[in-house]
């Protein structure tokens, strides 16, 4: 009986491509945190102001000049902050790299529309490691969603500047940090095995 096969190589400029689709997306969702609810602050010189709870309809006063908006306004207005629904989508699209990397839109397109039009790649590199990144995007993005939902300031806008930092290390240098974190944890023996070293 022969050796296990190990699983199947990637092309390592794929994840490149991903990430930087990702960075630019991120990069939007920080602009539009930055501009929008999650940093927002109540006007100065505004003095108390009066506010109407969705669910009951009743008046009540809420905020101080200069204290942080977030907090007081409804979870619907939340929800609906632009910043919280474009990283909703690119959570939504962390998920389906890890679930279904093969079929995720972007690895796809860069398979169908990229790929095709370059050399083939020199070497391939295992899809464990970029899968788990996609993971760690994921769990970074959803803290930052929870957390908005909860009411706390910045942490949206916090939460997508650090995935753009790592989407863009990625895209620019090569340097994917879930990846490496990835070879962290297996060389504790933490997750996946390691690929068996070739004779």
Excluded: H
């Excluded at 190589?9 to 930087?20: K, L, M, Q, T």
């Excluded at 945190?33 to 709870?53: C, E, H, R, Y």
């Excluded at 902050?81 to 890890?98: E, H, K, N, R, S």
């Excluded at 990229?114 to 050399?119: D, G, K, N, S, Y």
């Amino acid at each position: 009986m022969g050796p296990t096969a190990a699983p199947r190589g990637i092309d390592p400029r794929g994840p490149r491509f991903v990430a930087g689709i990702t960075a630019v997306l991120l990069l939007i969702d920080v602009f539009l945190g930055l501009t929008g609810l999650s940093t927002a602050q109540w006007p100065a010189g505004s003095g108390l102001i009066g506010m109407v709870d969705p669910e009951t309809g009743d008046g009540y006063i809420g905020g101080m000049p200069g204290a942080f908006l977030l907090p007081y306004v409804s979870l619907s207005q939340r929800v609906l902050d632009p910043a919280f629904l474009l990283l909703l989508v690119i959570a939504l699209l962390f998920l389906w790299g890890v679930v279904s990397p093969r079929t995720a839109p972007w690895g796809a397109l860069y398979r169908k529309a990229v790929a095709p039009r370059l050399a083939p790649p020199k070497e391939l590199e295992d899809p464990r490691p970029p899968r788990f990144a996609q993971g760690v995007g994921l769990f970074v993005s959803v803290v930052g969603l929870v957390l908005q939902l909860l009411g706390v300031p910045w942490a949206l806008t916090i939460a997508a500047a650090a995935a753009f930092i790592a989407a863009f290390l990625n895209a620019v240098f090569g340097l994917c940090l879930g990846c490496q974190l990835y070879l962290l944890l297996q060389r504790a023996g933490i997750v996946g095995r390691a690929r068996p070293a070739s004779a």
